[in-house]
């Protein structure tokens, strides 16, 4: 059994798990298996298979871990020989038969890139501060599990430019927790509600529907660990600099778009003195 640290850009993709007619992260794992003659083509999984967590569509991740049988060759690089190119394998390590991706991670974070270039950082990370412990999370999130409690580790924001990146590590996740906490701490950060509004959402009565708070959008959220206590990923150099070339053009071409957009902006808010503008 071994098991692979991936990386990729969410974006593209429906979410992680597999899903009818639409492109998700697994399918283009399980087609990059198939394609190496790994899983045989009528074969719905490999045998043993798991992985650290089920991202949302358009969520990304830079160590989602999955987990199963394969032949000894297999390396980080072979796989990234038929992944598509923002799908990248770059580390792995051989695990016990009885290893279990989704099971055996002690626990998982999230970094959510916030743009609120308003927001008061300090209302931020004392409502994040208020998030951390054990709490039953029921009214931030869109899960309907039975058991909703979970213990947020770690909860932190800090400032980069217009970005507030927030942290958030817990032993476990329940489906749009982390995007409805980031939106529960924005509304905080800028005014619109109040500190007490976190004790609120984790009181024991459940909140009325006009003051639950919904999803932050999903692309900036990114999954940034799996902790395995006992496993030793080793870092495919290859792999791992195929994933840094891939990952810093997508980059170059994001900034450039973004440029973009800044410049038409800022063009249609305060025009150029020497924009004619009669008619032609």
């Known amino acids: 059994m071994r098991a692979f640290r991936v990386a990729y850009d969410g974006r593209p993709y429906h979410g992680f798990q597999r899903q009818p007619n639409v492109p998700t992260v697994e399918d283009a794992i399980f087609d990059a298996l198939r394609g190496l003659g790994v899983l045989a083509a009528d074969a719905g999984a490999p045998d043993g298979y798991a992985a650290a967590g089920r991202t949302d569509a ?19 690089r072979a796989f990234n020989g038929e992944l598509p190119e923002h799908v990248r394998a770059w580390a792995s390590a051989d695990v016990h038969d009885a290893f279990h991706a989704t099971h055996h991670a002690t626990s998982r974070a999230y970094d959510y890139h916030l743009y609120a270039p308003t927001a008061d950082v300090d209302r931020a990370a004392a409502a994040l501060a208020k998030l951390e412990g054990t709490h039953d999370f029921a009214d931030l999130t869109a899960a309907s599990d039975d058991d909703t409690t979970r213990t947020v580790e770690t909860a932190t924001v800090v400032r980069e430019g217009d970005v507030l ?82 990952f810093e053009s ?31």
Not at 258 to 274: E, F, I, K, N, Q
């Open 58 to 76: 358009g969520v990304s991740a830079i160590t989602q871990t999955v987990a199963f049988e394969c032949p000894d060759w297999l390396t980080p």
């Open 250 to 280: 997508a980059h170059a071409t994001a900034v450039s778009r973004a440029r973009v957009t800044s410049a038409l902006r800022d063009g249609v808010d305060a025009p150029s003195a020497d924009t004619d503008d009669s008619p032609r």
């Open 165 to 246: 990146r927030v942290h958030v590590r817990a032993d476990g996740f329940l489906w749009e927790l982390v995007r409805r906490l980031v939106a529960l701490v924005r509304s905080v950060a800028t005014g619109d509600r109040d500190l007490d509004a976190v004790d609120r959402a984790l009181a024991t009565e459940p909140l009325p529907d006009h003051e639950r708070v919904g999803p932050a959008p999903p692309e900036p959220l990114v999954l940034v660990d799996a902790t395995y206590p006992e496993v030793a990923f080793e870092r495919d150099d290859e792999a791992a600099t195929s994933a840094t070339t891939v």
